[in-house]
């Protein structure tokens, strides 16, 4: 009887050996290294995914994530899964099969995104520009009046790039013309000027492991009034349960029913995202978008000095520069 249990495949020789990291400086867009407090907040003890003391925590993460998105939206709540998860769940949700939806790209996210639309079965047109190049708000709005899409899609920052798009009184226009707007923050909240509710914005999402300042793997994501109601119209249901925003928001307390079961949370993402959440609290939001926009000027100044040129050339078009403060 031992025999017929006997592990076929050998024990893998590497896993004997402990664990080592190297400590490094990244530098990157992302992710960039969470401070000790982030850091400690992961290794808190795991509770259940629906303990009251994880609600607790839960709760208190939506409100600092309603701060930096700057946002009264009761959908606002984090995905398990990283910024692609994100913006699956915002053109999945928003778009139904066979629905237009008009994609703004001037980069990798951009492109990623049409992908994402066309696997999903969306009637897909784009507005394509040169990589660091902004879509003006005439261009948008003519793309609007010749494509008539149920939703538009813009990246805030296109890290691939480094331009940043303007996006005062694009919301605007997208209402004017019966359109929603999706966009991707990713490599810029809480590290760049941002207002959901000002700007009109229906559903924004970011990641965690960028100006936040957390662990990689968990999406922030805020749905608005206007976003939910079209949500709550589908002529078909959400194709992915996992990403279906009734159902995630349910199981993050965002309506008016009890806590469900929707999957077991990120517990330990949860807590770091909490915790840096509200270091920029403490900090203060334009004091985080002032150190952000300092350390970019800081950067600038280098490359000129070593006498390289920015590939985006209008700084007031550049990553953490396009809205002032």
Same mark, same amino acid.
């Given at each position: 009887?031992?025999?017929?249990?006997?592990?076929?495949?050998?024990?893998?020789?590497?896993?004997?050996?402990?664990?080592?990291?190297?400590?490094?400086?990244?530098?990157?867009?992302?992710?960039?290294? *969470?401070?000790?407090?982030?850091?400690?907040?992961?290794?808190?003890?795991?509770?259940?995914?629906?303990?009251?003391?994880?609600?607790?925590?839960? %709760?208190?993460?939506?409100?600092?994530?309603?701060?930096?998105?700057?946002?009264?939206?009761?959908?606002?709540?984090?995905?398990?899964?990283?910024?692609?998860?994100?913006?699956?769940?915002?053109?999945?949700?928003?778009?139904?099969?066979?629905?237009?939806?008009?994609?703004?790209?001037?980069?990798?996210?951009?492109?990623?995104?049409?992908?994402?639309?066309?696997?999903?079965?969306?009637?897909?047109?784009?507005?394509?520009?040169? *990589?660091?190049?902004?879509?003006?708000?005439?261009?948008?709005?003519?793309?609007?009046?010749?494509?008539? *899409? !149920?939703?538009?899609?813009?990246?805030?920052?296109?890290?691939?790039?480094?331009?940043?798009?303007?996006? %005062?009184?694009?919301?605007?226009?997208?209402?004017?013309?019966?359109?929603?707007?999706?966009?991707?923050?990713?490599?810029?909240?809480?590290?760049?000027?941002?207002?959901?509710?000002?700007?009109?914005? %229906?559903?924004?999402?970011?990641?965690?492991?960028?100006?936040?300042?957390?662990? *990689?793997?968990?999406?922030?994501?805020?749905?608005?009034?206007?976003?939910?109601?079209?949500?709550?119209?589908?002529?078909?249901?959400?194709?992915?349960?996992?990403?279906?925003?009734?159902?995630?928001?349910?199981?993050?307390?965002?309506? %008016?029913?009890?806590?469900?079961?929707?999957?077991?949370?990120?517990?330990?993402?949860?807590?770091?995202?909490?915790? !840096?959440?509200?270091?920029?609290?403490?900090?203060?939001?334009?004091?985080?978008?002032?150190?952000?926009?300092?350390?970019?000027?800081?950067?600038?100044?280098?490359?000129?000095?070593?006498?390289?040129?920015?590939?985006?050339?209008?700084?007031?078009?550049?990553? !953490?520069?396009?809205?002032?403060?």
């Amino acid at each position: 009887m031992a025999e017929i249990w006997k592990a076929k495949v050998p024990v893998p020789e590497q896993l004997l050996v402990p664990l080592t990291v190297p400590n490094v400086h990244l530098f990157g867009p992302g992710p960039a290294n *969470p401070s000790m407090r982030t850091y400690n907040a992961s290794a808190m003890p795991l509770l259940g995914h629906l303990h009251p003391e994880f609600c607790k925590i839960m %709760d208190e993460t939506k409100a600092g994530l309603k701060y930096v998105f700057q946002t009264n939206n009761d959908y606002t709540l984090a995905i398990t899964g990283a910024g692609h998860a994100a913006m699956e769940a915002s053109i999945m949700n928003l778009v139904e099969r066979g629905e237009r939806i008009l994609v703004c790209v001037n980069g990798l996210w951009g492109s990623r995104a049409r992908e994402i639309a066309e696997r999903q079965g969306c009637d897909v047109r784009v507005l394509v520009k040169a *990589p660091g190049e902004c879509h003006t708000y005439a261009e948008i709005e003519l793309g609007l009046k010749e494509h008539k *899409p !149920s939703v538009l899609f813009l990246v805030h920052s296109e890290s691939s790039s480094g331009i940043c798009q303007p996006l %005062d009184g694009i919301g605007a226009l997208c209402h004017k013309h019966n359109c929603l707007i999706i966009v991707d923050t990713v490599a810029t909240l809480g590290g760049t000027p941002f207002f959901t509710d000002d700007w009109g914005l %229906d559903c924004v999402y970011t990641g965690s492991q960028k100006c936040l300042g957390a662990h *990689p793997g968990i999406a922030p994501i805020t749905f608005g009034p206007r976003a939910m109601a079209k949500i709550n119209s589908r002529k078909t249901k959400v194709p992915s349960f996992y990403l279906d925003i009734n159902e995630l928001g349910n199981y993050w307390g965002c309506d %008016d029913g009890p806590r469900r079961y929707h999957h077991t949370g990120a517990i330990s993402l949860v807590y770091a995202l909490r915790e !840096s959440l509200a270091q920029i609290a403490e900090e203060g939001l334009e004091n985080s978008w002032k150190r952000h926009h300092n350390t970019i000027e800081h950067l600038w100044a280098g490359i000129e000095k070593m006498g390289l040129e920015m590939f985006v050339k209008d700084k007031a078009h550049s990553s !953490s520069n396009s809205n002032k403060y």
